[in-house]
């Protein structure tokens, strides 16, 4: 199943929203996130312990669930690989 632009804005926007709330960050440096932007290891908000509330907040505004197993150092790579993975999840 093809996800529309439409829906990959909407989770786009959630992500950015997710990050800006649970970590702290500005509008302005969070809307700046590209698809290369490093997350874990780039960003000092982003430690191990922000993960699980930064995953659980996900979960929770956009009702998946992610399993332990699925949680590795690539997904939290790079912002696009977090937004690639929320929208596999999205459309599983």
Not at 36 to 59: K, N, Q, R, Y
């Amino acid at each position: 199943m093809s996800t529309s632009v439409e829906e990959h804005s909407a989770t786009d926007r959630i992500l950015r929203q997710v990050l800006q709330d649970v970590l702290g960050l500005s509008p302005e440096r969070a809307a700046a996130f590209t698809a290369e932007t490093g997350l874990f290891g780039h960003l000092p908000e982003l430690d191990s312990m922000a993960v699980a509330g930064l995953l659980t907040e996900i979960e929770d505004r956009l009702g998946i669930v992610i399993e332990d197993d699925e949680v590795d150092g690539e997904m939290l790579e790079t912002y696009g690989a977090l937004l690639c993975f929320v929208t596999a999840k999205l459309h599983g």
